[in-house]
């Protein structure tokens, strides 16, 4: 039995795996972001434990004998954000998250310390990065800065409370722009532009290796047996590929979560930051990916949903499904920067927008616009992996958002190419991450990283794609018309 804990930017989930592939249970425990002032985005990493408590508590009730035979723990979580701790291992300030964008000018001052930069880390300096975070805070929070004397990626803050020790691993630590992700290894020169070193540090491990154990006291609170292994573990994205299944090169997926993904697996590290493309290491020992990242996906509907009246996300896309064909394509166009955007712009102060506003337009026509521009955005993300080797066949489809059938087809149509969507693809991280603990307890690659049934094949549509292939040079045209309007923010 193995328990893979997930700890997302909206909820934790909890997922019981037993060595037959299946999942016997789930739990789960909602979070909220905290946004004190534009461009932050924050969390109290104690609501973080007291969701794991309660989805722990949860499972202990619903199904004790299975508890009692677990076997391993994994880890996955958002990537990027920084729990700055003192030397008594207390938090010293709300967690800085992934989508907090106020460290545009920290970005610049690391990248032209560090000329190498993106050499290192195969990526370009980022405001959702954790460095950053780090120099701001050294600069607007001096005090706090010098009583910190640990940083810690949020799942990796999980694991202190769970087992008293300080580690991460390869696939998050790759989103902190202090790992030379080549060697996969701290740079210890990117540290030092931070005003840290490897005392602040957690140690390493690779994502299927041991890196710590539970304390004695939580498995008898949990009815656990008395010495569990807690597998390194991944960031989510890497998380949701070992949970999918998707390890080899030129797997990949779409990831529809409160953020947008597009993810290929790969052999080597094969960096090109030019357009924010993220190059990092993957939770497996020797192997990469390549990522594109939106910042507003699922989350934008979300938005959209609230701000328009509907019920939820899936009364609005229903009527965004609703809009004849013709109106689509005299539809709006919509920006879906709601917190900025990475991939491939890497432009924090990007703001979104409905764009072609008419009186014939229904609330219906800002609903279908809204779920294109989503997949124009991660369209944008597909293009900046050039033409990677071997060449993509198709991708796999996960994340909340993937629960929609007409969105999944949107997505394919806009991004020309078949999607399919594998049974339990909600769950991706969470599961992955109870795989990481069943490969840390001993069991092979080829028997734990099994690629799911396919529930349902989206296949591109040639005429659909053509015509919002016509939108998506607007959508990319309306960005560039109106860059220098958001460059006038700084």
Known sequence: MFLGLDLGTSELKALLLNDQHQVLATARAPLTVQRPQALWSEQDPASWWQALQQVMDSLQRSHPEALSQLQGVGLSGQMHGAVLMDAQGDVLRPAILWNDGRSAAQCEQLTQQVPDLSRITGNLAMSGFTAPKLLWVREHEPALFAQTKRVLLPKDWLRWQLTGEAVSEMSDAAGTL????????????????????????????????????????????????????????????????????LVRPGQGFVSLGTSGVVFVSGARFAPN?????????????????????????ASAVTWAAKNLAFADEASLLAAAAQLPLPDRRTAPLFLPYLSGERTPHNQPLATACWFGLTAAHGREALAY???????????????????????????????GGARDAWWAQLLADALGLPLTLHEGAETGAAL???????????????????????????????????????????????????????????
């Open 369 to 399: 616009a809204v779920a294109e521009g989503v997949a124009f955005g991660l369209r944008d993300g597909l293009q900046t992996l050039g033409s990677p080797e071997p060449a993509l066949q198709s991708l796999s489809l996960v994340g």
């Open 273 to 297: 930051p030019a357009q924010g493309l993220h190059a990092f290491c993957h939770a497996l020992p020797g192997r990469w990916h390549q990522m594109s990242v939106m910042l507003s996906a």
């Open 432 to 490: 992955g991450a109870a795989r990481l603990a069943w490969l840390a307890c001993g069991a092979s690659l080829d028997e734990v990283c099994i690629t799911p049934p396919v529930s349902h094949t989206f296949a591109s549509d040639a005429a659909q794609h053509a015509a919002l292939s016509q939108r998506h040079v607007r959508f990319q045209a309306l960005y560039r018309a109106l860059l220098p309007e958001f460059l006038r923010l700084v």
């Open 178 to 245: 202090w790992l030379d992700t080549g060697l996969r290894d701290w740079s210890d020169m990117l540290l030092a532009a931070c005003g840290l070193d490897r005392s602040h540090m957690p140690r390493l491990v690779e994502g299927s290796a041991v890196s710590a154990f539970l304390k004695p006291e939580l498995c008898r609170r949990w009815g656990l047996p008395e010495r569990v292994p807690v597998a390194g573990g991944a960031g989510d994205n890497a998380a949701s590929a070992v949970g999918m299944g």
